[in-house]
């Protein structure tokens, strides 16, 4: 028996309640290492000594190239459990608790694996409705001007004093007017990126979080945004930019002309005075930035009127405009205590609303049911690049990367993640699949079927293409979406792209 492979983590992903009625324990052990693996549990309240526990054979749910992953979900259990498991392998029989490998059980309860109490406040419940979401990624600078228009051309305006761009044309009005070609696709959910008062195209510069960019139209035409896709069915997700804002934000404008004597220079993070813009988009800043991007100045989320302010955004949105939830930008690199605070403040405003965090890696830490719903799953692409768009890893590996994927979390969680191809900060995945129709559509495939709510990227469905930032943020290609839809009333075969 390969004891090294053997793992359980209590109060995880391996014990944990999906309600208050059922509770699923799970051990991993080497690949077909095991023979038979059985778990014990017992009140551990129980008036008894020794407790009473219960047989429950375990079974492989999940195998990876090295690992097998047993499980048993429990049906009424006790609320308090205390537990333990009974692996056989050939001759070899040996109990297994408390970390630790044994030839004989003890009387001592409290040397067993524990679940304290299976708590109704600590079970992680995403929003019910995730599990059936298909979400349609918009980034608005490049998707609509009007209804299967976009106009392509630059725009500015001011906001209170501050010049603001847009470059391709795009507005909430044409999101707006192109309902009916988001409902015909069967998305039920669209996740817009950054739609609040910025400086760039891109608005993850800002300048205020409770106004839309007048690039992109009013609060008056977000309203009717939200109430439109609401009418047909589909929810709103928006974009919040809580790690950084824009230099010119007027907190840090009265911390570049006051310096010290400024009441604002506490809500950035490592400020040094005189603190200075610098021209050079090379020369490094003397102040912390999202990476190093001079224009973005690291808000210091730790401080209590920055958590205020935060907070105060988090819940405006919701409660004056009924949006269903929020994708928080570079969500790792923002304090707990921040997201924990927000996450309850968002749920007091509407408790289905969802709370989806940037976080590229693995992200079980945010995943607790206390910081997010759900993450954006960048691993998810990762494998699908690795297995469908450069053909570099075997159907075997692939197999078990998103099976190891699939098991670090707790399964309500699995059936919210955000499954995503495409987004606006990666190249395009029919360009990675080298304009390859069938790898394309492959992984597509793979994308709706696997737990979880698929993202699709504005314009992912007629084959848009795009390595650099410039090509992959393009405007979207309404005349193909066009002559889609003229194929499809026509009864024609034939391809799209």
């Given amino acids: 028996m390969n004891k090294s492979a053997i793992l359980h983590i209590p109060m995880s992903q391996y014990a944990y309640g999906t309600d208050e009625e059922h509770v699923t324990i799970r051990l991993r052990t080497a690949k077909d290492d095991i023979k038979r693996c059985w778990l014990y549990f017992g009140d551990r309240a129980c008036r008894l000594t020794p407790v009473i526990f219960t047989e429950a054979e375990m079974h492989v749910v999940a195998g990876s190239e090295l690992f097998d992953y047993y499980e048993v979900k429990l049906v009424h259990p006790y609320k308090r459990l205390c537990y ?35 708590h109704r406040a600590d079970i992680v419940r995403p929003p019910e409705w995730a599990k059936d979401a298909v979400i349609y990624n918009i980034f608005p600078d490049s998707f609509a001007t009007g209804k299967t228009y976009i106009s392509g051309r630059p725009t500015e305006s001011t906001f209170e004093g501050n010049v603001v761009r847009g470059k391709l044309g795009g507005c909430l009005k044409g999101i707006t007017e192109n309902v009916d070609y988001l409902k015909n696709l069967g ?16 608005k993850y510069d800002l300048l205020d979080y409770f106004h839309i960019d007048p690039c992109f139209g009013t609060n008056d035409d977000f309203k009717e945004l939200v109430d439109t896709f609401h009418a047909n069915g589909i929810r709103v997700i928006i974009d919040g930019v809580f790690n950084h804002c824009g230099w010119h934000f007027p907190a840090f404008e009265d911390v570049v002309q006051k310096g010290e004597a400024s009441d604002k220079k506490d809500w950035f993070y490592g400020l040094q005075f005189p603190v200075i813009r610098p021209e050079d988009p090379e020369e490094y800043p003397n102040y912390e930035c999202f990476g190093y991007e001079r224009m973005m100045p690291k808000l210091d989320t730790a401080n209590p009127e920055v958590a205020d302010f935060i907070c105060k955004v988090g819940r405006y949105w919701v409660e004056e405009f009924h949006t269903d939830g929020w994708r928080l930008d570079v969500a790792s690199e923002i304090n707990d205590a921040l997201w924990r605070r927000f996450y309850r403040e968002v749920k007091e405003a509407n408790p289905e609303a969802i709370l989806i965090g940037e976080v590229w890696e693995t992200a079980n830490h ?48 699995v059936f919210a993640q955000l499954n995503l191809l495409d987004s606006h900060d990666v190249s395009r995945f029919y360009s990675l699949c080298n304009e390859n129709e069938w790898q394309y559509r492959l992984a597509l495939i793979f994308q709706m079927t696997f737990p ?46």
């Fill in 187 to 202: 998305v039920n959910a669209i996740y817009i990126n950054p739609i609040f008062a910025a400086g760039e195209y891109h």
């Fill in 366 to 413: 945010w995943l607790d049911g206390t910081i997010f719903d759900s993450t954006m799953n960048y691993d998810f692409r990762k494998h699908c690049k690795r297995f469908f768009g450069e053909e570099s890893i075997s159907s075997a590996a692939f197999d078990s990367r998103v099976t190891n994927m699939r098991m670090r979390y707790r399964e309500q969680t």
């Fill in 84 to 118: 333990y498991f009974r692996l056989e392998s050939g001759s070899e029989e040996i109990y297994y608790y408390g970390d630790c490998f044994s030839a004989k059980l003890v009387d001592d309860r409290s040397e067993y694996y524990q679940l304290p109490f299976n």
């Fill in 452 to 497: 979880g709510m698929p993202s699709i990227f504005y314009g992912d469905e007629l084959g848009v293409t795009g390595i650099e930032e410039a090509d992959y943020r393009q405007a979207m290609p309404w005349k193909k979406a066009c002559k889609a839809k003229t194929m499809e009333e026509k009864g024609l075969p034939g391809k799209i792209w």
